[in-house]
C-alpha cells in the first residue's frame, strides 16, 4: 500500500521568501507524484506532476519539485512567494500515470505568506 | 469549457435524513472518483466509477453510502440516516482515464450534519 507523509502542517513565511513544503511517501511499486493546491472554499487545482523523465519538475504559479527516489521524497519549492500563494498544499501519489487509479493523499501543509 | 459541477456546494441535512450529492465530469471524461475531507484531514478515496460501473470502492463505508455513475446524467453519492461524523467536504474529480492527463476537481459539496 501507498502512503504519503507532509512533515509539516504549517509554513509560515514572508513575502518574497522562498520556501520548501516537505512531501515523503512510501510505495512498493513505482507511484506518481503530484501537487495540488486548494484556496479556502475550492477544489483542488494540480501544481505539478511527476510521471517519468527529468526528475525537476516545473509547475505553474512558479512552482517546482524534485523526485528524489533514494530519499522517496518530492519536496515542492518556490524562490519567491506572494501573498496570493496563501493555501493549502497537498502532496499525492498514484500508481498509474494515467490517473485511473485513486490518488492517495497527505494530510496537507499549510502555507501562510505574511506581508 | 465547463470543469467539474458539483451541487450543492452547500448542503445542510438533520441527522437520520438522506443527503444527495451531484457531480457533472468535464466534457469527455468517463472516470468519476469521489473523495472526502474532513476538518483539518487531506482528502481520502471513496470510490471511483466508469459509466455504469463501480471499479473500485475501497473506500467507502460498508454502511449507508452509495454511488451511481449512469448512462445518462451526473454521478450521485447518497448518503443515508446521516449522522454528525458524515460532515465534511465531498469532492468528485474526473478524468479520460486513456490519456496523461491528470484528475480535475470539482469545488467540493460541503456537508453539515444538525
Known amino acids: 500500500a501507498q502512503s504519503v507523509t507532509q512533515l509539516d502542517s504549517q509554513v509560515p513565511v514572508f513575502e518574497e521568501a522562498p520556501v520548501e513544503l516537505r512531501c515523503n511517501y512510501s510505495s512498493s511499486v513505482s507511484v506518481y507524484l503530484f501537487w495540488y493546491v486548494q484556496y479556502p472554499n475550492q477544489g483542488l487545482q494540480l501544481l505539478l506532476k511527476y510521471l517519468s523523465g527529468s526528475t525537476l519538475v516545473k509547475g505553474i504559479n512558479g512552482f517546482e519539485a524534485e523526485f528524489n527516489k533514494s530519499q522517496t521524497s518530492f519536496h515542492l519549492r518556490k524562490p519567491s512567494v506572494h501573498i496570493s500563494d496563501t493555501a493549502e498544499y497537498f502532496c499525492a501519489v498514484s500508481t498509474t500515470p494515467y490517473n485511473t487509479d485513486k490518488l492517495i493523499f497527505g494530510t496537507g501543509t499549510r502555507l501562510q505568506v505574511f506581508p | 469549457n465547463a470543469g467539474v459541477m458539483q451541487n450543492p456546494r452547500h448542503l445542510v441535512r438533520r441527522r437520520g435524513q438522506e443527503a444527495r450529492l451531484r457531480c457533472s465530469p468535464m466534457k469527455g471524461h468517463s472516470h468519476v472518483y469521489w473523495y472526502r475531507q474532513l476538518p483539518e484531514e487531506g482528502l481520502k478515496f471513496m470510490v471511483y466509477?466508469?459509466?455504469?460501473?463501480?471499479?473500485?470502492e475501497s473506500g467507502m463505508p460498508k454502511e449507508r453510502f452509495s454511488a451511481e455513475f449512469p448512462k445518462e446524467g451526473p454521478s450521485i453519492l447518497r448518503i443515508q440516516q446521516v449522522v454528525r461524523g458524515d460532515s465534511a467536504a465531498y469532492f468528485c474529480?474526473?478524468?479520460?482515464?486513456?490519456?496523461?492527463?491528470?484528475?480535475?476537481f470539482g469545488d467540493g459539496t460541503r456537508l453539515s450534519i444538525l
Open positions: 466509477l466508469q459509466k455504469e460501473n463501480i471499479i473500485d
Open positions: 474529480a474526473s478524468s479520460r482515464g486513456d490519456s496523461n492527463q491528470p484528475q480535475h
